[in-house]
């Protein structure tokens, strides 16, 4: 199985300050039609996961553009621009390459 | 309006079974790959199971074995059974759409269920 680790497994951010969170995994998540198979997911405080990003860059639908995600192979990035307090919640990767799918142990996001 | 809703969970002794139902309205279940991803209490999210498009499943090792997941098109339900129930099996399940159209494009795992909620008791 594919091991997906991110790092920091915790981040308190101020308002307005961007934020970084890692994924890296154990194999290479490049498919042969070109695109890495990386999605990252938010759960919001007692809410189901929401898609965020799909395939490591592509925004899901209503999803904002203070979001942004890259990497490719075994290195990804979530990136927010600007951070606000509505992110607040566990951001997860997920590779769907193989089809036993594996997630992230979450990145815990607070507000200063 | 496109939605997933789950039901059948409940309180279950160690050894017991349990079958997980999630309808899903705006689409079809049988169009589409269907996947159930659970949570335990206070712990990350974990792949469980999918159902292809084809009719393929697939499943964590965890649970290989004891669950089964179907779906029915006349009801628009993906179901997961689950049998020979752990302490470990404890957790919230929830039902998605893993979005890949007919063209082969991948739109991630893009519609999720409120949950329901597993208990097993040892």
């Known amino acids: 199985d594919i091991v997906m680790t991110q790092s920091p497994l915790s981040l308190s951010v101020t308002p307005g300050e961007p934020a970084s969170i890692s994924c890296r995994s154990s194999q290479s998540l490049l498919h042969s039609n070109g695109y890495n198979f990386l999605n990252w997911y938010l759960q919001k405080p007692g809410q189901s996961p929401q898609l965020l990003i799909y395939l490591a860059s592509n925004r899901a639908s209503g999803v904002p553009d203070r979001f942004s995600g890259s990497g490719s192979g075994t290195d990804f990035t979530l990136k927010i621009s600007r951070v606000e307090a509505e992110d607040v919640g566990i951001y997860y990767c997920?590779?769907?390459?193989?089809?036993?799918?594996?997630f992230g142990q979450g990145t815990k996001l607070e507000i200063k | 309006e496109v939605q997933l809703v789950e039901s059948g969970g409940g309180w279950i002794q160690s050894g017991g079974s349990l079958r997980l139902s999630c309808v899903a309205s705006g689409f079809s279940v049988s169009s589409n790959f269907m996947s159930w991803v659970r949570q335990a209490p206070g712990k990350g999210l974990e792949w469980v199971s999918n159902i292809y498009r084809g009719g393929g499943t697939y499943y964590a090792d965890s649970v290989t074995g004891r669950f089964t997941i179907s779906r029915d098109s006349s009801d628009n339900t993906v179901y997961l059974q689950l049998n020979n129930l752990r302490a470990e099996d404890s957790a919230v399940y929830y039902c998605s759409r893993d979005n890949w159209n007919y063209q082969g494009h991948y739109y991630g795992m893009d519609v999720w269920g409120q949950g329901t909620t597993v208990t097993v008791s040892s």
């Open positions: 997920m590779q769907p390459l193989q089809s036993l799918y594996t």
